[in-house]
């Protein structure tokens, strides 16, 4: 190596020490990269992940008729406040840049299949013509450079972003926002308000409110009721537990969580154990894509199905209708993905466009159990009932083969 | 033609290709492989790894490995934004209270797998899991904020070229110095080359293996300096989102280095990180699945470490019958592990047999 | 730096003796003989896991009934059959990180292929064991003969098989498979006197431990001991290093297939289902005092680890331990368990150094010696009989 090495390092050193140079002499920051007017907006601590504000304004968004057509439930808005769009309105094929965080679970790939139908059925109407795509694979430090990427070199119209992460993407959609092309975030949040809409579904509070209530009204203060987690620290799912924790805990139900990361066998054991100590009278879930293995766990063991929230997953339906239980399906709406596309084309339109799209979110009860397992017959256990993307052409097949682009 | 040719610059042979074929196939989707944002794109892609890679390499020269570089990486990045909190003035002592916190880590993993004679995959798979649990139980979402100053580590460049990466290669440089022309990388070629023979020879073959885990910790710490620039806060799962630890390792190999140590140069890591930069690059650009994306690298790993390997077995001229087969990356350094200082380019493999 | 844990050889050597003189030893002695095999690392992890298996009891008592008992084998089953797999490449001084890769492959195969009809059972379960030698061929034969490290092989195809399975299947199962499939994980034979019911997974694990430890006694298991012991004194011993290496990787893909046929039925067929097996396999084994890098270590070692591993996570079920220190856990027991054998391991060698000076324990710190002066440390293996054939 010593021979080899030696003008590498030479010319190494030499490049370092000139551009240590250069940047004292005159930092040249990229062009796009400017302080933010957001800062992280001042919150430094996500210490609790409980905000009583939003849990208030989610548990009065849940009772909320929406506006919008009534068989389109991916056009609809709850208490919307319209923004402006004309400075977008302009003629001809546009380009949206897509900055996924990822397709690693079940959700997002029904999601995603259904945004690209989407797509198909838009680009007959000659306004959305071409989408481009940078998946993230759950990586913040990637999507930022996806995002900037897209900004220099991905001669975009508009932007659409669905971020890995709250706090961490917020600089790069601030870059986005800095470009004067309409920004459209979807799913989680960001610390910014620059993005023109940012799509959503009520929120984790609710879904928590939702299913805690549930659980509350079925049982008796005192029963115990096992919480299957997915992961610590990611925002949506925190809000969730944040929630029931508190209202399972103003109820006096017994509660004792657990982290999963979504694993059946992992869930099952979990259960057992549960089970083994005593009676468990409750399963609340904050994500439903493994519910099935806990409702078996009940069955190994002997034991009566426990009152129990999983998500409005096939599996999970399917097991719900063949034993019986009592149980209700929530739902983190999976029809999100479709709105970012029919806003942007809004928005080229000059139409306006709430700036926060919420989306109803509504869960699945016994009542509504057979018209959805009827809607998706033929689906597979992965699917989410409420992917609302019967109207596109593509279906019932695409997402039947699950033909992921 | 191949036999006489350095590993390192088989490395950068195979980056060139990749790179030919890369610009053609961006061509085709009406882009430029050389525009300025993607050369900023690949290069940022290979900041972060680049950092835990060099680190990498060190411990992986001494025979060892290190696991629990994503959670060093999460650490580092909470430590270093709790720190600053915002606080321009606070930007050094964090980042010097960042390297702290990592070198014990690293001083933590070496003494495990020297002293208590712990193999490296459990030392730091151990200390990997421990630093996970801390995080998870006291850390439930991101913390802390960068304060502007210091994100301008990650947001600027020269030109195409991130201040970040220079950083990198500045620290490749500096590494790679310490490995050739000081006692401590001579030590730990010898070390992580054959640990008998180093002892005999008077070397005491634990420092230069604590040094090297050391090294790892405070790499992987930059990195997660790096990310919490970028992010502008400190997160708890940084470092795991990009499984850091195997991708780092087969970026090592890629460039060359033993796996079973005593053997590798950091150039040559640095263009194994560069390989995986483009294709990451290419295969973005060319919007591939993303299930297939991991079906290419996984391709790439193994075909690439394989024209190697062949390489070196014709290299050999094989003594025995059958050159041994010897354990993968177990401490244990083989006969046959060549484990002289420096001697990649100056002696050829067979010779060192002798 | 080195690994030098449990060591087969000595151990062996040295209970030897006392062990065919024990009968006319006195109960004091017995004590101090059995007293003196726990502290043995190898003893350790039976000690550990009878401490925690009696942590449970006390916390839980009806764990101890056999109805309890037996669905605790049922779960521990797939990773014990796992850490069986790993084993047999570890032991030869390789690695295998695919493991859960496949096990994951299986399962959603499973998902995908079996679908309601009962009759697809036994033709997909035949698809699966090919996919099973086909990756273990790959990952071996990449090994050996394209000389490429284990880890990276193996990593490799990790990746390869994990991105292949998710892009045929669309990320998700289509739907569990027909009901018998799921009984091999799932059922089990009920009303049996005593102990309640035999799940079917016991039997199979039952079975693959059999199987397993009839191997490593045969010359196939004494000569991969003795390859991941010292390959080239294997290879002038005239076996065929590359051929007993790629059956050992056909092993460990063939028991992560078993795995994941026992998982479709335990947990059910689910794209997370098998993910992390590698890590936790390789934990299992090395807690079992199998020493990474190869040559020492025992299956039913490996299988003690897994228990232990397996128990200590329903440990921590029963406490009230948050959730997220699992982790930190499993990591501080790993690492004090090798070390401890480690310094205990360092400690025998330094006496049996000043006692006898020929026949000392050759550790792994000590790699220099060349096959021939190695030699001196194999007598007591069953390796070096197959070494000599």
């Given at each position: 190596?010593?021979?080899?090495?030696?003008?590498?390092?030479r010319?190494?050193?030499?490049?370092?020490?000139?551009?240590?140079l250069i940047?004292?002499?005159?930092?040249?920051?990229?062009?796009?990269?400017?302080?933010?007017?957001g800062e992280?907006?001042?919150?430094?601590?996500?210490e609790?992940?409980?905000?009583?504000?939003l849990?208030?304004?989610?548990?009065?968004?849940?009772?909320?008729?929406?506006?919008?057509?009534?068989?389109k439930?991916?056009?609809?808005?709850?208490?919307?406040?319209?923004?402006?769009?004309?400075?977008?309105?302009s003629?001809g094929?546009?380009?949206?840049?897509?900055?996924?965080?990822?397709?690693?679970?079940?959700?997002?790939?029904?999601?995603?299949?259904?945004?690209?139908?989407?797509?198909?059925?838009l680009?007959?109407?000659?306004?959305?013509?071409?989408?481009?795509?940078r998946?993230?694979?759950?990586n913040?430090?990637?999507?930022?450079?996806d995002?900037?990427?897209?900004?220099?070199?991905g001669?975009c119209?508009?932007?659409?972003?669905s971020?890995?992460?709250?706090?961490?993407?917020?600089?790069a959609?601030?870059?986005?926002?800095?470009?004067?092309?309409?920004?459209?975030?979807?799913?989680?949040?960001?610390?910014?308000?620059?993005?023109?809409?940012?799509?959503h579904?009520?929120?984790?509070?609710?879904?928590?409110?939702?299913?805690?209530?549930?659980?509350?009204?079925?049982?008796?203060a005192?029963?115990?009721?096992?919480a299957?987690?997915?992961?610590?620290?990611?925002?949506?799912?925190e809000?969730?537990?944040?929630?029931a924790?508190?209202?399972?805990?103003?109820?006096?139900?017994d509660?004792?969580?657990?982290?999963?990361?979504?694993?059946?066998a992992?869930?099952?054991?979990?259960?057992?154990?549960?089970?083994?100590?005593?009676?468990?009278?409750?399963?609340?879930?904050d994500?439903?894509?493994?519910?099935?293995s806990a409702?078996?766990?009940?069955?190994?063991?002997?034991?009566?199905?426990?009152?129990?929230?999983g998500?409005?997953e096939?599996?999970?339906?399917?097991?719900?209708?063949?034993?019986?239980?009592?149980?209700l399906?929530?739902?983190?709406?999976?029809?999100?993905?479709r709105?970012p596309?029919?806003a942007?084309?809004?928005?080229?339109?000059?139409?306006?466009v709430?700036?926060?799209?919420?989306?109803?979110?509504?869960?699945?009860?016994?009542?509504?159990?057979?018209?959805?397992?009827?809607?998706?017959?033929?689906?597979?256990?992965g699917?989410?009932a409420k992917?609302?993307?019967?109207?596109l052409?593509?279906?019932?097949?695409?997402?039947?083969?699950?033909?992921?682009? | 033609?191949?036999?006489?040719?350095?590993?390192?610059?088989?490395?950068?042979?195979?980056?060139?290709?990749?790179?030919?074929?890369?610009?053609?196939?961006?061509?085709?989707?009406?882009r430029?492989?050389?525009?300025?944002?993607?050369?900023?794109?690949?290069l940022?892609?290979?900041?972060?790894?680049?950092?835990?890679a060099?680190?990498?390499?060190?411990?992986i020269?001494?025979?060892s490995?290190?696991?629990?570089?994503?959670?060093?990486?999460?650490?580092?990045s909470?430590?270093?934004?709790?720190?600053?909190?915002?606080?321009?003035?606070?930007?050094?002592?964090?980042?010097?209270?960042?390297?702290?916190?990592?070198?014990?880590?690293?001083l933590?993993?070496?003494?495990?797998?020297?002293?208590?004679?712990?193999?490296?995959?459990v030392a730091?798979?151990?200390v990997?899991?421990?630093?996970?649990?801390y995080?998870?139980?006291n850390?439930?979402g991101t913390?802390?904020?960068v304060?502007?100053?210091?994100?301008?580590?990650?947001a600027?460049?020269?030109?195409?070229?991130?201040?970040?990466?220079?950083?990198m290669?500045?620290?490749?440089?500096?590494?790679a110095?310490?490995?050739v022309?000081?006692?401590?990388?001579?030590?730990?070629f010898?070390a992580?080359?054959?640990?008998e023979v180093?002892?005999?020879?008077g070397?005491?073959?634990?420092?230069?293996?604590?040094?090297?885990?050391?090294?790892s910790?405070?790499?992987?710490?930059?990195?997660?300096?790096?990310?919490?620039?970028?992010?502008g806060?400190?997160s708890?799962?940084?470092?795991?989102?990009?499984?850091?630890?195997?991708?780092?390792?087969?970026?090592v190999?890629?460039?060359?280095?033993?796996?079973?140590?005593?053997?590798?140069?950091?150039?040559?890591?640095?263009?194994?990180?560069?390989?995986?930069?483009?294709l990451?690059?290419?295969?973005?650009?060319?919007?591939?699945?993303?299930?297939?994306?991991?079906?290419?690298?996984?391709?790439?790993?193994?075909?690439?470490v394989a024209?190697?390997?062949?390489?070196?077995?014709?290299a050999?001229?094989?003594?025995?019958?059958?050159?041994p087969?010897?354990?993968?990356i177990?401490a244990?350094?083989?006969?046959?592990?060549d484990?002289?200082?420096?001697?990649?380019?100056?002696?050829?493999?067979?010779?060192?047999?002798a | 730096?080195t690994?030098a844990?449990?060591h087969?050889?000595?151990?062996?050597?040295?209970?030897?003796?006392?062990?065919?003189?024990?009968?006319?030893?006195?109960?004091?002695?017995?004590?101090?003989?059995?007293?003196r095999?726990?502290?043995?690392?190898?003893?350790?992890?039976?000690?550990?896991?009878?401490?925690?298996?009696?942590?449970?009891i006390?916390?839980?008592?009806?764990?101890a009934?056999?109805?309890?008992?037996?669905?605790?084998i049922?779960?521990?089953?797939?990773?014990?059959i796992?850490?069986?797999g790993?084993?047999f490449?570890?032991?030869?001084?390789?690695?295998d990180?695919?493991?859960?890769?496949?096990v994951?492959?299986?399962?959603?195969?499973?998902?995908?292929?079996?679908?309601?009809?009962?009759?697809?059972?036994?033709?997909?379960?035949?698809?699966?064991?090919?996919?099973?030698?086909?990756?273990?061929?790959?990952?071996?034969?990449?090994?050996?003969?394209?000389r490429?490290?284990?880890?990276?092989?193996?990593?490799?195809?990790?990746?390869v098989?994990?991105?292949a399975?998710?892009?045929w299947?669309?990320?998700?199962a289509?739907s569990?498979?027909?009901?018998?499939?799921?009984?091999i994980?799932?059922?089990?034979f009920?009303?049996?006197?005593?102990i309640?019911?035999?799940?079917?997974?016991?039997?199979?694990?039952?079975?693959?431990i059999?199987?397993?430890?009839?191997?490593?006694?045969?010359?196939?298991?004494?000569?991969?001991?003795?390859i991941?012991?010292?390959?080239?004194?294997?290879?002038?011993?005239?076996?065929?290093?590359?051929?007993t290496?790629?059956?050992?990787?056909?092993?460990?893909?063939?028991?992560?297939?078993?795995?994941?046929?026992?998982?479709?039925?335990?947990?059910?067929?689910?794209?997370?289902v098998?993910?992390?097996?590698?890590?936790t396999?390789?934990?299992?084994?090395?807690l079992?005092?199998?020493?990474?890098?190869?040559?020492?270590?025992?299956?039913?070692?490996?299988l003690?680890?897994?228990f232990?591993?397996?128990a200590?996570?329903?440990?921590?079920?029963?406490?009230?331990?948050?959730?997220?220190?699992r982790?930190?856990?499993?990591?501080?027991?790993?690492?004090?368990?090798v070390?401890y054998?480690?310094?205990?391991f360092a400690?025998?060698?330094?006496?049996s150094?000043?006692?006898?000076?020929?026949?000392s324990?050759?550790?792994?710190?000590?790699?220099t010696?060349?096959?021939?002066?190695?030699?001196?440390?194999?007598?007591?293996?069953?390796?070096?009989?197959?070494?000599?054939q």
């Open positions: 190596m010593r021979t080899g090495l030696k003008p590498v390092l010319t190494a050193v030499a490049v370092v020490g000139a551009s240590a940047a004292l002499a005159g930092c040249t920051t990229d062009p796009t990269v400017e302080p933010g007017g992280g907006g001042g919150e430094d601590s996500s609790e992940w409980f905000d009583q504000e849990y208030d304004r989610q548990f009065e968004e849940r009772d909320v008729v929406p506006d919008g057509p009534e068989d439930p991916y056009l609809q808005m709850i208490s919307p406040e319209m923004g402006d769009t004309s400075e977008f309105e003629d094929g546009k380009k949206m840049c897509f900055a996924n965080a990822s397709i690693s679970n079940p959700w997002r790939q029904t999601g995603w299949i259904t945004m690209n139908e989407q797509l198909k059925d680009k007959k109407n000659g306004v959305i013509t071409e989408m481009e795509t998946d993230a694979q759950d913040d430090d990637t999507q930022i450079a995002i900037d990427y897209f900004i220099s070199e001669d119209d508009g932007f659409i972003i971020p890995n992460s709250t706090s961490a993407i917020t600089p959609v601030e870059r986005a926002c800095k470009t004067d092309k309409p920004v459209i975030v979807f799913d989680r949040g960001v610390e910014t308000d620059c993005a023109v809409t940012f799509i579904p009520i929120g984790g509070f609710a879904w928590g409110i939702d299913t805690s209530q549930f659980l509350i009204d079925n049982l008796d005192g029963d115990k009721v096992v299957l987690r997915i992961l610590p620290g990611v925002d949506v799912l809000q969730r537990w944040a929630a924790d508190k209202l399972f805990g103003e109820a006096d139900i509660v004792v969580d657990y982290f999963t990361e979504g694993d059946p992992e869930i099952k054991k979990v259960v057992s154990d549960e089970l083994a100590k005593g009676d468990v009278q409750g399963v609340w879930m994500a439903g894509d493994g519910a099935v409702v078996e766990a009940f069955e190994d063991a002997g034991k009566d199905y426990p009152v129990m929230t998500e409005d096939l599996s999970f339906l399917r097991k719900w209708k063949e034993t019986e239980m009592t149980a399906a929530p739902v983190y709406t999976n029809f999100q993905w709105t596309l029919l942007a084309e809004m928005i080229f339109n000059g139409e306006e709430p700036t926060e799209w919420v989306l109803p979110q509504s869960p699945i009860t016994a009542e509504d159990l057979d018209e959805y397992l009827d809607r998706n017959e033929g689906m597979p256990d699917h989410y992917f609302g993307g019967e109207d052409s593509g279906f019932p097949e695409v997402w039947q083969d699950r033909v992921i682009p | 033609m191949l036999r006489r040719l350095d590993t390192t610059a088989l490395v950068y042979i195979a980056l060139i290709i990749v790179l030919i074929i890369g610009a053609i196939l961006v061509s085709t989707t009406g430029n492989l050389f525009s300025p944002g993607n050369i900023r794109d690949i940022t892609g290979m900041s972060v790894l680049g950092f835990v060099i680190g990498q390499t060190l411990v020269l001494g025979a490995l290190d696991l629990s570089v994503p959670y060093v990486m999460s650490l580092a909470l430590t270093a934004a709790q720190t600053m909190d915002g606080r321009d003035g606070m930007v050094i002592p964090a980042v010097l209270l960042t390297v702290a916190i990592t070198a014990l880590i690293g933590a993993n070496g003494l495990f797998v020297t002293v208590l004679g712990v193999h490296g995959f730091t798979l151990g990997g899991l421990m630093l996970k649990g995080l998870d139980t850390y439930q913390e802390g904020e304060p502007w100053s210091f994100q301008l580590f990650g600027s460049g020269i030109g195409p070229i991130p201040i970040s990466t220079i950083v290669l500045g620290l490749a440089a500096v590494v110095f310490i490995l022309r000081t006692t401590f990388g001579h030590h730990l010898a992580g080359g054959n640990a180093a002892r005999l020879s070397v005491r073959e634990r420092l230069p293996i604590i040094g090297a885990h050391i090294g910790s405070v790499c992987a710490g930059f990195a997660g300096l790096l990310l919490a620039s970028r992010l806060v400190g708890p799962t940084v470092g795991s989102q990009g499984t850091y630890d195997l991708l780092s390792i087969a970026a190999v890629l460039g060359g280095t033993v796996l079973m140590g005593g053997r590798g140069s950091i150039w040559g890591t640095i263009g194994g990180v560069a390989i995986f930069a483009v990451d690059n290419l295969m973005s650009v060319m919007q591939f699945n993303p299930f297939l994306k991991d079906v290419v690298r996984g391709l790439v790993i193994i075909v690439a024209l190697y390997a062949r390489r070196r077995i014709i050999r001229r094989i003594r025995f019958a059958q050159a087969q010897g354990p993968n177990v244990v350094a083989r006969p046959d592990a484990g002289k200082p420096g001697q990649d380019s100056t002696v050829t493999e067979e010779g060192s047999r | 730096m690994s844990t449990g087969p050889q000595s151990v062996r050597a040295q209970s030897a003796p006392s062990r065919s003189g024990q009968s006319r030893l006195g109960v004091g002695d017995r004590m101090t003989e059995w007293g095999r726990a502290l043995d690392p190898k003893g350790i992890v039976v000690v550990l896991l009878i401490v925690i298996l009696l942590a449970i006390v916390l839980n008592p009806s764990f009934e056999p109805g309890s008992l037996m669905r605790f049922q779960r521990v089953a797939p990773i014990a796992v850490a069986i790993q084993y490449v570890i032991v030869s001084g390789e690695f990180l695919s493991m859960g890769a496949v994951t492959a299986q399962v959603m195969t499973v998902g995908h292929l079996v679908g309601v009809d009962e009759s697809k059972t036994v033709p997909v379960l035949f698809v699966l064991v090919g996919i099973g030698i086909l990756v273990g061929l790959i990952n071996g034969l990449a090994t050996t003969l394209l490429v490290p284990s880890f990276i092989v193996t990593l490799g195809t990790m990746l098989i994990h991105g399975i998710m892009w299947t669309g990320g998700v289509t569990n498979p027909a009901e018998n499939f799921r009984q994980g799932r059922g089990g009920e009303n049996i006197p005593l309640d019911s035999i799940p079917y997974a016991v039997l199979v694990l039952a079975a693959v059999l199987l397993a430890v009839w191997l490593s006694r045969r010359p196939f298991g004494r000569t991969l001991t003795a991941g012991d010292n390959s080239a004194a294997a290879t002038f011993a005239g076996s065929r290093v590359w051929w290496k790629t059956s050992a990787f056909v092993l460990s893909s063939l028991s992560a297939t078993v795995a994941g046929v026992l998982l479709v039925g335990f947990a059910g067929v689910h794209p997370s098998g993910q992390g097996y590698e890590f396999a390789i934990t299992a084994v090395v079992g005092g199998v020493v990474l890098g190869g040559g020492r270590g025992t299956v039913l070692g490996a003690t680890g897994a232990t591993l397996e200590l996570f329903t440990l921590l079920n029963f406490t009230a331990v948050p959730a997220t220190m982790d930190a856990i499993q990591g501080a027991i790993i690492i004090a368990a070390a054998s480690g310094v205990v400690r025998r060698r330094k006496r150094r000043t006692s006898t000076s020929t026949n324990a050759t550790t792994s710190a000590d790699p010696t060349t096959s021939a002066e190695s030699a001196p440390s194999t007598p007591s293996t069953g390796g070096d009989g197959a070494v000599r």
